[in-house]
């Protein structure tokens, strides 16, 4: 039933199959303690079972009960070589009572909360004070530092009775590999219980949180594969009950991964810590627009693969120290390494994915402006934006019609805007620039021949009068000026000079209205 337990994946959502196990497990081993007790009696039946006992190849023919217990102590001495030595009934055993599990709860606020306190600020004597007292003070865990004064977490000194310095040290080897590696927080509890360290599971969470505490800027706990960057008491509440939710992994902060933090750091005005600047990555991620996000069409190749590698991340530390270096063909930064050229080359790329990431959406919104205008017969460039904006600022009250006014009137929104093309481009693809995907990068320049074309029309009938004409035309419009010059006098004279200009608006606009929807 413990393999049941500790190998069945359904049982951990499902609270009725999990109790109906607990239950079982319970009646099961009050069964086994009860045939225990008659197991450990070598006194002869009924009162014992008269069992020879060996340890070592050497039958030590116990004749008491008190002598089996010392035998069985003296075998798990050498069995348990680096067993801790902690006494604490509360929480020194496998599975612990409600009452110490609220107290061990209590104590973990505390150490989360108030460590730099003594006795982490427990007042009088309430049970977690005895817990406190015995596995954090005794150990030397929790001690006062002389240099700054202050209560601080340590490592237990490997001199200290209570022997929790091998125990803190497997959880150094486990977590601290020289390749990044997630461990289940099960596992690990699994191997402190296992020989030759034997630690009591009610100490597990314990331990686990004061080693948190101390390596928390190189420990990167995670909860159902979620990273969580900002841990609470509240997450280490939970992992007392279910440390088969989370995995946690280690990167020690030195030779080349240090120097990588530190540069980052500095850039990124961050502390020189490997979530802090992982995060700050992130958050120039998060500002890119949408169209930077959703493209897969960069000039600089590097921009997308950091893209790619930075949304496909699953932990800080691999990203950084592994992920990111392969994306621009590096070895990962292993643990206690010096490669001062691989570092150059790494921020030599990552400033140039930087970069095209930040100009992506700029330079994309200028290849749809000098598309467009090209299409337009008009210069590339802001110049040529430019003699666009000041041509539908002309054309605008002179043309009626369904595509051009509208777009006439985007153009002039982006000329108050500092000229910006983005509402006349948007326009123009039926879909505003910020939501582009590479789709609508492909089909603009098709769209953009569309309103050119109906653009040309509009400016050889309506454009200004300083538009070039052929030497025909310029002899034609001079007879036109002169026959309707000579009719202007005679309706002056007879009506209103606001009259008279009102109906050659309007006569002019139909006439222009006209002639353009016989072009069209």
């Known amino acids: 039933m413990n393999w049941v337990e500790k190998n069945t994946e359904e049982l951990r959502d499902d609270r009725v199959a999990l109790r109906e196990l607990n239950l079982r497990l319970a009646e099961g081993e009050q069964r086994i303690a009860q045939l225990l007790q008659t197991l450990l009696d070598p006194r002869p039946a009924p009162v014992g079972n008269s069992c020879q006992w060996f340890w070592n190849g050497t039958d030590y023919q116990p004749k008491t009960p008190v002598d089996v217990t010392r035998?069985?102590?003296?075998?798990?001495?050498?069995?348990?070589?680096?067993?801790?030595?902690?006494?604490?009934?509360?929480?020194?055993?496998?599975?612990?009572?409600?009452?110490?599990?609220?107290?061990?709860?209590?104590?973990?606020?505390?150490?989360?909360?108030?460590?730099?306190?003594?006795?982490?600020?427990?007042?009088?004597?309430?049970?977690?004070?005895?817990?406190?007292?015995?596995?954090?003070?005794?150990?030397?865990?929790?001690?006062?530092?002389?240099?700054?004064?202050?209560?601080?977490?340590?490592?237990?000194?490997?001199?200290?009775?209570?022997?929790?310095?091998?125990?803190?040290?497997?959880?150094?080897?486990?977590?601290?590999?020289?390749q990044i590696q997630r461990?289940?927080?099960?596992?690990?509890?699994?191997?402190?219980?296992?020989?030759?360290?034997?630690?009591?599971?009610?100490?597990?969470?314990?331990?686990?949180?004061?080693?948190?505490?101390?390596?928390?800027?190189?420990?990167?706990?995670?909860?159902?594969?979620?990273?969580?960057?900002?841990?609470?008491?509240?997450?280490?509440?939970?992992?007392?009950r279910r440390p088969d939710l989370f995995t946690v992994s280690?990167?020690?902060?030195?030779?080349?991964?240090?120097?990588?933090?530190?540069?980052?750091?500095?850039?990124?005005?961050?502390?020189?810590?490997?979530?802090?600047?992982?995060?700050?990555?992130?958050?120039?991620?998060?500002?890119?627009?949408?169209?930077?996000?959703?493209s897969s069409q960069f000039e600089e190749s590097l921009g997308l693969k950091m893209k790619e590698c930075?949304?496909?991340?699953?932990?800080?530390?691999?990203?950084?120290?592994?992920?990111?270096?392969?994306?621009?063909?590096?070895?990962?930064?292993?643990?206690?390494?010096?490669r001062s050229e691989d570092i150059d080359t790494f921020f030599v790329q990552l400033n140039k994915s930087l970069s095209a990431l930040r100009d992506h959406a700029d330079n994309l919104l200028s290849q749809a402006r000098d598309n467009l205008l090209k299409k337009c017969g008009l210069p590339v460039g802001i110049d040529g934006w430019c003699e666009l904006e000041k041509k539908a600022a002309w054309m605008n009250p002179r043309v009626s019609h369904d595509v051009l006014t509208p777009f006439f009137k985007c153009v002039g929104n982006g000329a108050m805007d500092n000229h910006n093309a983005r509402p006349a481009i948007s326009y123009v693809a039926t879909r505003p620039f910020e939501l582009w995907t590479d789709m609508d990068a492909e089909r603009f320049p098709g769209l953009a021949d569309?309103?050119?074309?109906?653009?040309?029309?509009?400016?050889?009938?309506?454009?200004?009068?300083?538009?070039?004409?052929?030497?025909?035309?310029?002899?034609?419009?001079?007879?036109?000026?002169?026959?309707?010059?000579?009719?202007?006098?005679k309706f002056a004279k007879e009506n209103s000079p606001n009259a008279v200009a009102a109906a050659l608006r309007e006569l002019l606009l139909k006439y222009e209205n006209l002639t353009f929807k016989e072009d069209e």
């Open 310 to 338: 930075l949304l496909q991340a699953q932990s800080p530390e691999k990203l950084l120290f592994k992920d990111l270096p392969s994306c621009y063909g590096l070895a990962p930064f292993d643990d206690n390494e010096v």
């Open 450 to 489: 569309g309103i050119a074309e109906q653009y040309g029309k509009a400016w050889r009938n309506f454009g200004s009068p300083d538009a070039a004409l052929t030497q025909e035309e310029m002899r034609q419009k001079q007879r036109v000026t002169e026959k309707i010059g000579a009719q202007l006098e």
């Open 183 to 240: 461990i289940e927080v099960k596992r690990l509890f699994g191997r402190l219980s296992d020989v030759p360290y034997g630690l009591p599971e009610g100490i597990h969470p314990i331990l686990f949180a004061a080693f948190y505490i101390l390596n928390q800027d190189d420990l990167f706990l995670y909860r159902d594969n979620s990273f969580i960057p900002d841990v609470q008491p509240a997450h280490f509440e939970l992992l007392q």
């Open 250 to 294: 280690g990167a020690r902060l030195d030779g080349t991964r240090k120097a990588v933090v530190d540069r980052l750091a500095r850039g990124l005005k961050q502390p020189p810590k490997t979530a802090s600047v992982v995060r700050a990555l992130f958050r120039v991620l998060h500002s890119l627009p949408q169209v930077t996000l959703k």
């Open 71 to 178: 035998l069985l102590s003296k075998a798990c001495d050498k069995i348990y070589s680096l067993g801790p030595r902690v006494r604490n009934e509360l929480v020194a055993r496998r599975k612990i009572s409600s009452a110490a599990t609220s107290a061990r709860r209590c104590l973990m606020e505390k150490m989360l909360t108030d460590g730099k306190e003594e006795r982490l600020g427990i007042d009088g004597y309430p049970p977690e004070r005895s817990i406190y007292e015995s596995i954090l003070h005794a150990t030397g865990i929790h001690a006062k530092d002389s240099k700054s004064d202050q209560w601080i977490f340590q490592a237990p000194p490997k001199d200290n009775p209570g022997n929790l310095y091998p125990c803190w040290s497997l959880l150094e080897q486990e977590i601290f590999r020289p």
